[in-house]
Structures are given as C-alpha cells and as structure tokens.
C-alpha cells in the first residue's frame, strides 16, 4: 500500500489538485502582467509564511516605447500569503517616467489598459489605464483596483509629457 492509498489520502490528493492548479493560475497570472520585480521591503513580520511586505514592480509600456512605470502595492504574507489565498490590500501607487526617446510604434487610442496584476485569488486585480491628454500633449497613467473600497476604488496618477512631438491618435 502506497503513502497515497490511505484513508486521508482522498482528500490530500484533491488538496494537491488544488494547490497544483492554484499555483499555475498565479503563475499565469504573474506572466500575463508582463511586469518584474525591482524590490521589496518587510512591512510586519510573520511566524508562519513570507512576511507582509510592499512590492515594487516595473514595466514598459507595451505602445509606447521609452516610458517606464513603476508600481508599488502591498502583498499580504503569512500561511495565506504562501498559498496564494490572500486578499492584498487595495493600496499602492505608480509613477511612469520618460527613460529613453519616446517612439511610438503605432497610433494610439485615447484610453488603453497597459498593465493588469492579481492582488487576490479570484477578484481583485491593480490595472494601470494610459489616458492621452491631447490638448497638453501628455501621457497620464492611472491605476486602481476593480474591487470597490468604500463606493470608491483607490487609484493614483502621474503623467509623462511628450515634448517635441505630436502624440499619434487613432
């Protein structure tokens, strides 16, 4: 008789299945976000599992070449945190900034989603929504939660001007 053949084990191996399929979705979802890890600092320290911590998370923006944005958000650690089963916090910020000459590849639309993290198992994603403002020639980026606080999502903006040339809009 195997360790897997046991009384208990029906149910081991359905939490197996489980933890299995719940670790590929994070996966997907960390690959789909396209962003990358620049730091991290410990905000309270956990026993049990990674300690709660505020992440800093970069990425370029896919239609504009040049721009750099930087998100920080809050990761909640501990047993859930480990597992994947924590609920962050809806708190963070960006700030996207000019790094190398602007070029845009193609022209752009007037609003368009350009960055989209899990901050829980199912429900709560961070977005990043590149807004153009055409009358003062800038980029603005706003982020936000689609889980509502309050009647309100959190969201912060910061913008990048686009100085020397003409933004392309479709």
């Known amino acids: 008789m195997g360790m897997l053949d046991c009384y208990p084990c029906p149910q081991l191996k359905a939490a197996m299945k489980t933890t299995t399929a719940l670790a590929a979705f994070l996966l997907l979802t960390t690959t789909l976000a396209g962003a990358e890890e620049v730091g991290s600092v410990d905000t309270a320290f956990q026993w049990l ?3 709660h ?3 800093v998370e970069a990425f ?3 239609g504009v070449t040049g721009v750099a944005c930087y998100v920080s958000r809050a990761k909640t650690g501990g047993l859930k945190g480990m597992v994947g089963m924590a609920k962050d916090p809806s708190r963070f910020s960006v700030a996207c900034r000019q790094i190398a ?3 845009f590849p193609k022209a752009l639309p007037r609003q368009e989603e350009v960055f989209k993290a899990g901050a829980s198992f199912i ?3 961070v977005r ?3 807004v ?3 009358k003062r020639n800038a980029l603005i980026y706003l982020t936000y939660s689609d889980k509502l606080v309050d009647g309100s999502p959190d969201n912060a903006v910061t ?3 686009v100085l020397g040339q003409k933004i392309p809009l479709r």
């Open 49 to 51: 599992g990674p300690d």
């Open 53 to 55: 911590k505020v992440v």
């Open 60 to 62: 370029d923006d896919p």
């Open 101 to 103: 000459p602007l070029k």
């Open 123 to 125: 429900f709560k994603h």
């Open 128 to 130: 990043v929504v590149r």
């Open 132 to 134: 153009v403002d055409a």
């Open 159 to 161: 913008a990048v001007p």
